[in-house]
C-alpha cells in the first residue's frame, strides 16, 4: 500500500516519521509529499491500481503492532464501504490528546476508488487558506455521498514538537474549521431566500482558486436569508465555467452574469446591482470570506437602523499570504467607530467589510467609471465619498470579515497611482 507523508521538508518530523513506518510496515511504499506540492499526491493516486493510500503528517509514529491493526481497519473500507477512516487520538491517554497540534489530521487510509469514482482530487493551497487542512477538506467532500469514519487509536502518537504560541494556530485553527466542517447541503427554496434581506456580491477577475474559499465562507452561514450575485468580469481561465457550477449546484441562492470582456471591478459591480433583490447589498472581495455569522449579524443589526444609515462598516480579520500560499494569522484590524473620510483617504488602507443600503446606490447612479481610475482601483473609497455627503454610516459590531493581504493585489501594485487620485477626489468633494 502506498503512504504519503505529507508536509515533508527533510527535518526530524519527517525523520521520525518514515522510520518508524518503514520499521512498523516495511512492505509499505512511502512517498514524501513536500508542503506546497501535493500534485505529488494527486499524480501518485491517479496512475496507482492500489484500491486504498494513507495519509500521515510528518512528525506522527507508528508501534510497531500498526500493521496489525491496518489489516483491521481496512476491513471495513472492504465491506461498507467506507470512503475513508481517519484515526484519532485515543481519549483515555492524556499526554496523547495534549500533543495533537490544532489543525493536523491524524493517519487517514483512503478508499481510492471510491474518490476516483466521485473525481476528486486533494486540493492545495491555491484553495485552502492553509495546506494543513487539506485532509480534512477530502474528507468532508466525500463524507458528502459515501460516509467515513473515525477510529481512535493508540497504535500511533503525533509529532512530539507542538505548535509556538506566537504562530497562532490554535486561533487559526478555531476560525477556519466552522468554514471547513460545515456539512454540505442542499439549499432549497424558502421564504428566506425568495425574499433575501441580504445580496452577497462577488466581482471575479480569473481568480478561480480563491473564488472557492470565499463561496465556501457563503455558504456555511448560519442564516439562510441571503443570496450570492456573482459576476465574472471577463475571465480567459475557467472562471466562469467554475460559477456555472456553483450556480447550477445552488440555483435558489447563486446566480452569475458574464461580461464578455474585461471591464473593471465597478462595471462588475453595477452590473450586479442591476440584479440583486435584497435592500442590503455586501461587497465581498474575490480573496476574502466571512465567518459563519456574518449574514446574521448584519441582518440583526438592519432591524435598529434609521432611514438615513446607508453604508455599514466594521473591523476585519487580516490574514497574510506567505510565499508558499498559506496563510497567517495576523489578528484583528479596522477603524474608529466613528468613520473619518480625510483619515481613510490618508491611510489609503480599505474598509471592510463594506455593506450598502441598495436603495441608495441605485440613487447614486452606482460605482463611477469615469474617475482617473476608471472604476478598476479605489471604487471602494470613492462610493463611500459619495453615499456619506448625505447619509450616515453605522459601525459594525463583531468580526465577521476575513481579508487576505497579499503582496501582488491590485491595489498594492498600483500604490504609486494613488496619491494622484487622492488628490483628484479630495478636490472633486471639497475634504
Known sequence: MMVFVLGADHGRDERFTVHSMTSAVPAARLTLVPPG????????????????????????????????????????????????????????????????????????????????SLGLKFPGNEVLPCEIMMEWYQMQEMHGTHPGCSQESSDWSPSRYKFRDWQRKGQEWKKLAPILLSPKTSLGMSAEVQKPRLSIVLTVYNEPDYMQWAVRSVLAQ??????????????????????????????????????????????????????????????LDADDWLDPHAVQSITEMMSTLQPEAAFLYGNHSEWREENDRNLSYRGASGYSTQLDIKDMLISG??????????????????????????????????????????????????????????????????QEQYNHWREWVMGMYSL
Open 37 to 116: 506540492q501535493h500534485h505529488v499526491l494527486n499524480e501518485a493516486v491517479f496512475h496507482t491500481e492500489d484500491p486504498y493510500c494513507m495519509t500521515i503528517r510528518a512528525g506522527g509514529r507508528v508501534d510497531p503492532d500498526f500493521k496489525l491493526r491496518l489489516e483491521e481497519w481496512i476491513h471495513p473500507l472492504m465491506q461498507a464501504p467506507f470512503s475513508w477512516i481517519h484515526l484519532l487520538p485515543d481519549t483515555e491517554t492524556a499526554s496523547f490528546q495534549s500533543r495533537f497540534r490544532p489543525g493536523e489530521a491524524g493517519p487517514v487510509i483512503w478508499n481510492l476508488q471510491i474518490m476516483k
Open 222 to 283: 448560519t442564516s439562510g436569508s441571503w443570496e450570492l450575485m456573482m459576476i465574472d468580469d471577463g475571465s480567459t481561465d475557467h472562471t466562469g465555467c467554475l460559477m456555472q457550477k456553483l450556480a447550477s449546484e445552488y440555483p435558489f441562492h447563486i446566480r452569475c452574469v458574464k461580461h464578455p470582456c474585461n471591464l473593471g471591478k465597478a462595471a462588475a459591480l453595477n452590473t450586479a446591482l442591476e440584479h440583486v433583490r435584497a435592500p442590503w447589498l455586501l461587497e
Open 349 to 414: 488602507a480599505p474598509l471592510a467589510p463594506r455593506v450598502f443600503r441598495t436603495e441608495t446606490l441605485r440613487a447614486l447612479g452606482g460605482w463611477k467609471t469615469d474617475d482617473p481610475a476608471r472604476g478598476r482601483l479605489y471604487e471602494d473609497m470613492l462610493m463611500i465619498i459619495r453615499i456619506l455627503q448625505n447619509n450616515q454610516a453605522r459601525f459594525l459590531q463583531g468580526i465577521g470579515y476575513n481579508r487576505r493581504i497579499r503582496s501582488n493585489s491590485i491595489t498594492r501594485t498600483h
